[in-house]
């Protein structure tokens, strides 16, 4: 396990790109390195190019049969994404929102997971399946749901998620050159942010957390779309004279708890944000292993923020009432940096 | 076809004693009176053709050349096993004999198959894929998803439904608005053809039509072969569900028995060489339960393995 990599970001070299280009071109990379590399899903191919554009010009570039378009199957898309990878490719399959991939769950939680376990080592799932959540948009419960936790809980799947488009290049990449099944979620309201992107071949290893903002008073541990408003949150506490340390998951298996240890460990007090819902969610885990190994030395409960337990409803009213933000991060930062123990 | 069909039923008669007797235990899907499916398919695919069958798989695993020995140290979770014990009688996997992997989930074998036809269609060459399953997987949507890629793709895939008449406690009829799964076929714009399971030659036929079909880019068949599970869902199912003088009949159509007495009638073998086939096929089992029950359980620690190749920062 690796400390906290706060190079691995945003380098300064390299061109600006939206976290949809870094996709894309990730994509175009993988395609032109290995021709095992298949991409699979609805809608992918020109002239649409993906329903977010991320995949534009790929099927043109590199062929239908590469950039391959199906039916409307979520459960054959990642099934065929399972089988071709048995078979020696390097299948990266679209669920195009996350939602659907309950479809697809069999797939990927009974055979790309367990395949090389059952097998006794024999066989490989080399497969990378990318989702993208839809929360934050307005559109409703069916099509904006944060659900990496049910895959997490899952020994055999990785579960990456990025928040800056470098992220994006770097863990995709990984993800599509790695041995065993991954699951990358992106996140919709994220695709048009900009920033630095290495140019050439980019790998960020699997399981290292990014410092995205150093600080010495609170630890605020998120991920995705989540970061953002983390360094939202930090930004306005700076101005009140609270410094906060944001670390970046970026992948929750494998589990940078390294990273996550060493800062609460400077810092004494966490709070851990994500869209997910906040009951039985990700950051329960992430509280838990602060719990466990740092009890004696931290000075504040920790803190989890997340989605509240509802569904989320399509009013923008609605979604709000349900989703964190930056300022109910900014909140239960200031609740743990004013708590006192033993007063 | 008749050794291998002999040995499918060596194999599967000696795993059931051994369960009657409390020699061992362990859940067991048997495939006893489909084995003639399995011995056929066989007998038509080239060791690099690939097969995704089912947790009912022994004949099919056997008939595809998985080796008796490791097979059945498999099955009975040993060390030794083909997988090292962690698959189970459920999940068996042998690339080397073509056999990709067996399914514990009904249908979910079939997607994962179009997706080998899909490699080897992108490879080039004229590999072909099996996908062996039972009419219950014919109510999925896994099944619907995966035939109809299969179909809109031409993918080279042979469709093996081994009909035995009950998807677990369920017969096919309550289960299904047609009358033959092959019916299905023509849904997905791509031949569907019903043969009797229980006659080899018939099978063969059948499946080599198919096969050949798929090796020259004409794209997927579903081949239906009628048959009857002899020893229901599962090793000690009462089959209550069962109608009165079904299972009797049943037996009377037993293919093991039927294709060695048309073999003696043909004259394509003595009752001297039949009974030789047989006796090989006992030893050679026999030979393999010995060194299976001998073998030891992996060990505790190897739960933890091949969970990751790389298990770097995974909480294992």
Known sequence: ?343 | MFERMTLIRACDDRIRRGLSSGEFAFTYWPATGQEAIAAAMGAVLRTDDQLVTTYRGLHDQLAKGVPVGPLVAEVLTRGTGVNAGKGGSMHIAHPPSGLVLSTGIVGSGLPIAAGVALAAQLRGGDQVTVASFGDGATGTGSFHEAVNLAGLWKLPLVLLCQNNRYAEMTPTFAAQPVAHVAERASAYGIPGTTVDGNDPDAVHRAVAAAVDRAREGGGPTLVECTTFRLWGHYFGDPMRYMAEGELESARTADPVGRYRATLLAEHVFDEAAAAAVEEQAHEEVEVAFVAALEAAFPDGGEAFTDVYLDPTGVPL
């Open chain 1, 1 to 343: 396990m690796s400390a906290a990599d706060a190079t691995g970001t945003a380098g300064s070299a390299g061109t600006v790109r939206t976290m949809r280009e870094a996709l894309n071109l990730a994509l175009d990379e993988a395609l032109g390195a290995d021709p095992a590399v298949l991409l699979i899903g609805e809608d992918l191919a020109d002239p649409g190019g993906g329903i977010s554009q991320v995949t534009k010009g790929l099927s043109t570039r590199w062929g239908n049969h590469r950039v391959r378009d199906t039916p409307i199957s979520e459960a054959a898309i990642v099934g065929a994404a399972v089988g071709a990878a048995l078979a020696g490719l390097r299948p990266v399959a679209e669920v195009m929102i996350m939602d659907f991939i309950s479809i697809a769950l069999d797939q990927l939680v009974n055979h790309a997971a367990k395949s090389r376990f059952m097998s006794g080592g024999t066989l490989s799932v080399p497969m990378t399946v990318r989702t993208a959540v839809f929360g934050g948009i307005g559109s409703g419960a069916t099509h904006s749901q944060t659900l990496e936790a049910w895959l997490a809980h899952i020994p055999g799947l990785k579960v990456v998620v990025p928040s800056t488009p470098a992220d994006a290049k770097g863990l995709l990449t990984s993800c599509i050159f790695d041995d065993d099944p991954c699951v990358f979620v992106e996140n919709v309201a994220l695709y048009g942010t900009k920033g630095p992107v290495p140019d050439g071949e980019y790998r960020i290893p699997l399981g290292r957390a990014a410092i995205a903002r150093p600080g010495d008073d609170v630890t605020l541990v998120a991920y995705g779309r989540t970061v953002r408003d983390a360094l939202a949150a930090a930004e306005t506490l700076a101005g009140e004279g609270i410094e906060v340390e944001v670390v970046d998951l970026r992948s929750l298996v494998p589990f940078d708890a390294d990273a996550v240890l060493g800062s609460v460990a400077r810092t004494r007090r966490a709070v851990v944000a994500h869209h997910a819902t906040r009951f039985a969610g990700f950051g329960a885990e992430v509280a838990g292993v602060i719990n466990e190994e740092l009890f004696g030395e931290l000075d504040a409960p920790v803190q989890r923020i997340g989605a509240a337990f509802a569904p989320i409803g399509s009013a923008p009213t609605l979604e709000a009432a349900v989703m964190p933000s930056a300022s109910s991060i900014a909140a239960a930062v200031r609740r743990t940096v004013g708590h006192t123990t033993g007063g």
